[in-house]
Structure formats: C-alpha cells, structure tokens
C-alpha cells in the first residue's frame, strides 16, 4: 500500500490554481486559432464579425492563409547551427524578427486600451507598429504611450489640408515613416457588418442590448470607458464618429477616390521620412512605385477587406521582387497566423511579414497580455523554424528553402 501510494505521489502532480482570469484564459491558447476561439466567445458577435470578416465571400480573405498552408518548406540539415538570431533591419531600423504590426482602425472596440496597449506590446517585442488614420487613440496618445518605433498610416482624405496637419503631428510626435493606403478609392462590402447593421461606434439598440448582455465582460469595460472617437479628427467638420455610422458611409463621404501618383509625390513633399505605399498588388504597380522613390510597397489585398478576387499576397512576393530588385523594400501583408508565415514571406522575398488581424483576435482575447503572448509566441516560432530549415541568420532565407505555389500571373 505505501509503495503504491509512493507511486502515485511520483506521477501525480496537484495543477497550481490559476487565479488571474486572464492567464486562465491565455493557458488554454497554444495558436492564434485558439486566441481567435476566445476573442468570438468574448466579444459581441457584431464588433468580433468587424475584426474577423471580409468583403463579400470571403475568397480573398481565405486565399491569403491558404497561400501559405500550400506553400511547403525544403529543410537543409547538418547545418552546424549553434546559435540562430532573428533580427533583422526594417526601413533602417532594427527590429527583433521581421514582423510590422498593421495599421488597424477603431481597435478599441476589442479592448478599451486599444493602439496603446498594441504599441506597448510592440516596443516590448522590438517591432515597428503602425498607428491607423481612424485610430481610436491620437498620434500624440500613442507616443506617449511608446518609446518604439511608430509608423503613421495615411488614408486620402478629400481636405488634403487636414492630411498635411495629420503627417505634421505625426513628425512632431517622432513617428518614422508614413504608409499611404492606395486600395481604398471606394469601400469594400463587407456582408457581415451589412447583415447585423453594424456602425461605429456599435449603436445602442435591442440587439445591442442583447449581445451586451451575452458579453457582459465586454460590456461593462465599453461603458466604463471613454466614448470612442476617431481619435486623429476629434472635433472636426469631417466627423469622429461621435454618432453611429456605417464605416462604408464614412469613407466614401471622406476619403478622395481620385488618389494618384501625383498624392504620392505629393506625400512626399511635406514629409522627409521613408514613404510606403499599402495596398500594392500587381507587379506593374510595384515597378511605378519603386521608380518613383517609394521606400517601401507593402504588397497588399487590405486583409480581404476590400475587393474579393484580389490576388493572395505570397504568391505575389517572389515575381515583385524579381520585377523591383533593391530598388524599394517589399512587405508581405495579409494571412499570417505563424511564425512560420514570417519565415515563408522573407524567403519568398519580402522584408518583413505584416499581420493586423491576429493581434486584434490577441487583443480580445487577453487585452495587451495576450497581444504579448502572441508577439512571444511569434519569435519562439520564427526562431524554430529558422532552426529546422538550416537557416542561422534572416539574410539565409532565399527561395531554395521553400517550394511556393506560384499563381501570381507576373504581368499582373
């Protein structure tokens, strides 16, 4: 009996009862599907529909991840790897593996810290972190808030004296480089917010009321907390969203659709620092834009947000590369749910890896922990897979070490 009891002392051991809820929560996540599983269970089916959804049906949306599930790795063994470092350089600037946090609008809706908790997340994990025109806290909060490196997202608005006033703030606040976002002439549908009639900010209504009250977590932290702005636009002519309104509604009220080349030369008169253009998704663009000067094209389909048939993203990488040389940066955006993703852009030929979406799922599923959570997790994979591909050093990703399924026609 005292043998037994021994035995059963040695295999068993009592689980630490966790009492923090949001490490509860973060213990039972191994994978940005798991935070994703969470972030829907948390959040009200409208406002996790916003951050999950695409425009129509969805094809682009699912396209940009199965670019990557098909594209397969070709290891190299016996390497002699004692050590592998993930660093890398992003537009002159140091970052600890090669991932850009996206531009994201109205991310408070997720958490109520919002771009502040994602921008202390990102300077925690060394990567550069885009602030988005339709934040939901300022140029000036987020700096505040960060002592990493900022990038400013830049959407065309129809009063340019506004958009100079925005890149002025963005110079005073030390942020280093602007992306314009060029694939937002017109809103893309999105059928899922047309379904549930969502607005920003979610409209208080008997449906509302109701999900408010399934989601009771998120509920009380929305009415606990400031009211949510279009943080940049506060107060002005053009609406901050203190009224419910369809984003469709906003946009195409706003946002210029007779955006050129001649925007961009234009950018970069009142502005010294690198320029990217996001929202990139031909060759032939690619070229222009390299031609023009452009510091960086962040190959882009805005997530499947925007037009459903764009081409996925990966598959685009190798042919602008090969059409561009060095003459500009590339960044892959759109798909990436792994390290490994990261691992498969840069050696297809891109830069950096961009992801939005999967620390938005992080966000409302653990607030700022889990985005810290993800951006670890992200490293950690980044660092193994370089490990079992044969690569010490970011510069040794190349194209030998993946076989990618190439649909991107290169006359596109």
Request: net charge neutral; charged share 25%; with cysteine.
């Amino acid at each position: 009996m005292i043998d037994a009891l021994r035995t059963v002392r040695s295999v068993v051991r009592l689980e630490r009862i966790e009492t923090d809820p949001i490490e509860r929560r973060l213990r039972r996540a191994a994978s940005v599907a798991d935070l994703r599983r969470i972030a829907k269970r948390r959040l009200p089916g409208g406002v996790f529909d916003y951050i999950d959804g695409g425009a129509e049906d969805e094809r682009t949306l699912a396209a940009n991840a199965a670019a990557y599930a098909t594209t397969t790795f070709r290891p190299r063994v016996l390497r002699g790897l004692a050590e592998v470092d993930p660093s890398t350089t992003i537009l002159g600037g140091a970052a600890s593996y090669p991932l850009v946090l996206a531009p994201t609008g109205f991310t408070r809706i997720a958490d109520p810290e919002g771009e502040l908790a994602v921008a202390r997340a990102a300077a925690r994990a060394g990567l550069p972190y885009t602030l988005s025109t339709l934040s939901t806290r300022s140029i000036e909060e987020v700096r505040s808030a960060s002592d990493g490196r900022l990038w400013f997202q830049v959407y065309a608005w129809r009063d340019r004296g506004l958009v100079a006033e925005m890149v002025q703030r963005a110079a005073d606040s030390r942020y280093e480089a602007l992306m314009l976002t060029v694939d937002t002439a017109v809103f893309g549908r999105r059928e899922r917010d047309v379904r549930r009639g969502f607005t920003l900010p979610p409209a208080v209504g008997l449906r509302t009321i109701v999900d408010g009250a399934l989601h009771p977590g998120w509920a009380l932290a929305f009415l606990r907390s400031d009211p949510i702005r279009f943080a940049n636009v506060a107060g002005r002519d053009v609406g901050d969203g203190a009224s419910p309104v369809s984003l469709a509604d906003y946009i195409n009220a706003q946002f210029d659709p007779a955006l050129s080349w001649e925007d961009v030369s234009w950018l970069r008169s009142i502005w010294d620092g690198p320029i990217m253009l996001k929202g990139v998704q031909t060759v032939a663009d690619a070229v222009i834009a390299a031609e023009s000067g452009v510091d960086a094209v962040c190959l882009s389909n805005h997530g499947g947000r925007q037009l459903d048939g764009a081409p996925s993203i990966l598959p685009l990488v190798g042919p602008v590369r090969e059409a561009v040389g060095d003459r500009t940066a590339i960044i892959c955006d759109g798909g990436v749910r792994r390290g490994s993703d990261i691992v498969k852009a840069v050696a297809a030929g891109a830069d950096a890896a961009m992801a939005g979406r999967a620390y938005l799922y992080a966000l409302g599923a653990a607030g700022e922990r889990g985005v810290d959570r993800l951006l670890e997790w992200f490293r950690a994979d980044v660092v193994r897979t370089m490990s079992l591909v044969g690569a010490s050093t970011i510069d040794e990703l190349n194209r030998s070490l993946i076989e990618l399924r190439d649909d991107a026609n290169e006359d596109r």
